[in-house]
């Protein structure tokens, strides 16, 4: 299995500021996940997050509005950039640990956006 | 990926087993078939998944049809703690990481 964390664990921001999530995994991992969860909707994946590599975005979703570093193997960052009403959301990161084929998720961001 | 179809929302009486269906008539060869819940607030939790024989384990019994078109998640005996959105996903093999969550269905486990 593996523990994540994030932090914050959720912010109110002003328009047009940006916030970066933080993602700590308690092993090592090779793939991280980004994913969105708007109000009242289930999850969409934002960008895979691989270490030594630039992310992968999903249809709808660009760099310059979510970069994303990976510096090692237990840690990522999601930024949300030029914040907007319509990215509050609960943002959350997942890996796919130790072989296993299923993901653990952190238990999200909760970012307002006023 | 194979797209699902799950009903909206289910009720079950505390103690009884819940069924939870899944449609996914256009599922290939190589997809399993996954299911995750997210209980209010958390982050999604992963419960059980299969390819052609029925699975189970300590969380939940999975049984998928023999042309593979639908299956069943079973929770033997429901408890309050099971209310959540139960998720039905359909993940080609080597891409298990990528996860389309469709709608879900809402369980509400009644005393």
């Known amino acids: 299995s593996a523990v994540i964390s994030q932090k914050p664990s959720r912010d109110i921001c002003q328009r047009g500021t940006s916030l970066t999530i933080q993602c700590q995994v308690d092993?090592?991992?090779?793939?991280m996940f980004w994913y969105r969860q708007q109000p009242g909707q289930s999850l969409t994946l934002i960008a895979t997050a691989n270490q030594g590599s630039e992310a992968t975005y999903e249809s709808g979703f660009v760099i310059d509005k979510f970069p994303i570093s990976r510096p090692n193997l237990t840690f990522s960052t999601l930024t949300v950039s030029n914040l907007s009403p319509e990215d509050s959301s609960i943002y959350l990161c997942?890996?796919?640990?130790?072989?296993?084929?299923?993901?653990?998720f952190g238990p999200g961001t909760r970012l307002t956006v006023l | 990926d194979a797209k699902t179809t799950q009903p909206p929302s289910m009720d079950c009486a505390e103690g009884r087993a819940a069924n939870l269906p899944c449609n996914h008539s256009t599922i290939s060869g190589n997809e399993y078939v996954y299911w995750y819940r997210q209980i209010h607030s958390q982050g999604p939790q992963y419960i059980i998944h299969g390819l052609k024989n029925n699975e189970t384990n300590e969380m939940a019994s999975l049984i998928i049809t023999e042309d593979r078109k639908s299956s069943t998640l079973i929770l033997p005996h429901a408890t309050l703690r099971d209310t959540a959105v139960y998720y039905c996903i359909v993940v080609r093999s080597g891409n298990t990481g990528k996860l389309i969550f469709g709608q879900g269905t809402t369980l509400q486990v009644k005393p």
């Open positions: 997942s890996v796919e640990a130790g072989g296993l084929l299923e993901q653990f």
């Open positions: 092993s090592q991992v090779t793939m």
